[in-house]
């Protein structure tokens, strides 16, 4: 990834609230994050959260009632209407429901923002077909959408959202219509072009899948505010929050109840290593395992367990030495 140390995108006390039935309500509060050039931020959140609310703040869709948001060093909730159409044609987006014209094809759709941005129509049309060509849609510049599967329309949307050489590409639940390996190949496409291209991505989305395949940071919105933000692999490793807890751990894990249960968490090297074989050997006792399972995050296998240690206080603490010496992460449930 393209990363650097200069934020693309600051935001300082963001609120946005809406008046309803003469009561406001805050959809939003106190959000602070930086976005670095180069990232893949992933906001994760469930319905309600106010994930979409922030992502139409940051491209000024929505105006915040409050707070600042930077955009490569200007604070662009004080831009005027002009200003603010300059800034998202540095915004990108693409949408969950494609939003494509139906009575243009494909090709069309991708010259629309061009056409709007006063491009003549014969380089538009030779940028829309590079573009096409980059999301592997070239043999489908004639399609219209009607002629698309849902791929292949959100291809469209990509390249469209592309056409203007945008800085930041925002993903609205870009991935929420379509089945499991289009969007596979979706996410390996956008994580190609943030690579290729050293366009920084946001990603809204209500599933942890997709944050650890794709992203590289993560925050966490929970009832119109930041619950926790970090490094994807820390908040899987080390959940601060309720909020984080719920959806970095599976229901299996959190539905679990017992004495001395603790989590494991492991990474490539020892996930091919006979981990609690060597811990039943070092405590002298045996280990009952409750639940296992591995999950890809940024393409490489980090797997889970909770085991449920021995009654006996020495072997115990025989097991948990050797969890410390061996460098696995060993954590007791209710301290998770």
């Known amino acids: 990834m393209f990363l650097n140390t200069e934020p693309i995108i600051r935001i300082e006390h963001l609120e946005k609230r809406f008046l309803s039935k003469n009561t406001e309500v805050y959809a939003l509060k106190d959000i602070n994050l930086t976005i670095e050039r180069g990232d893949i931020f992933g906001i994760i959140g469930k319905s309600g959260a106010g994930k979409s609310t922030l992502v139409r703040c940051i491209n000024m869709l929505e105006r915040p009632t409050g707070g600042s948001i930077f955009f490569k060093g200007k604070d662009i909730c004080g831009f005027n209407d002009q200003a603010l159409r300059n800034v998202r044609r540095s915004m990108g987006m693409i949408f969950q429901q494609f939003n494509l014209l139906m009575q243009r094809s494909a090709l069309d759709n991708v010259c629309f923002p061009l056409e709007l941005a006063g491009v003549s129509k014969a380089d538009a049309r030779e940028k829309a077909r590079e573009l096409l060509e980059l999301v592997g849609l070239s043999d489908r510049a ?18 469209r959202a592309l056409a203007t050489n945008p800085d930041v590409l925002l993903c609205d639940e870009a991935t929420s219509a379509l089945d499991p390996p289009t969007t596979e190949s979706i996410l390996a496409l956008i994580k190609d072009i943030n690579q290729r291209l050293g366009i920084t991505v946001i990603i809204i989305t209500h599933e942890m899948q997709i944050i650890e395949k794709v992203c590289n940071k993560v925050a966490i919105i929970s009832h119109g505010r930041i619950a926790e933000t970090g490094a994807v692999q820390d908040v899987f490793f080390h959940p601060r929050t309720e909020e984080a807890r719920q959806l970095v751990l599976p229901e299996d894990i959190q539905a679990l109840r017992g004495r001395r249960l603790y989590r494991i968490v492991f990474n490539g090297r020892s996930s091919f290593e006979p981990v609690i074989g060597n811990m039943v050997l070092a405590c002298g006792c045996p280990i009952n395992i409750m639940f296992a399972a591995t999950r890809d995050i940024g393409g ?37």
């Not at 599967?149 to 469209?156: E, F, N, T």
């Not at 206080?313 to 061996?326: G, I, P, Y």
């Open 142 to 159: 004639g399609s219209y959408p009607s002629q698309l599967s849902g791929g292949q329309k959100q291809r469209v949307g990509i390249a």
């Open 300 to 336: 490489t296998a980090f797997g889970q367990m909770v085991i449920q240690l021995p009654e006996d206080k020495a072997a115990l603490v025989r097991a948990r030495d050797f969890a410390k010496e061996s460098g696995i992460l060993l954590e007791e449930m209710n301290n998770v």
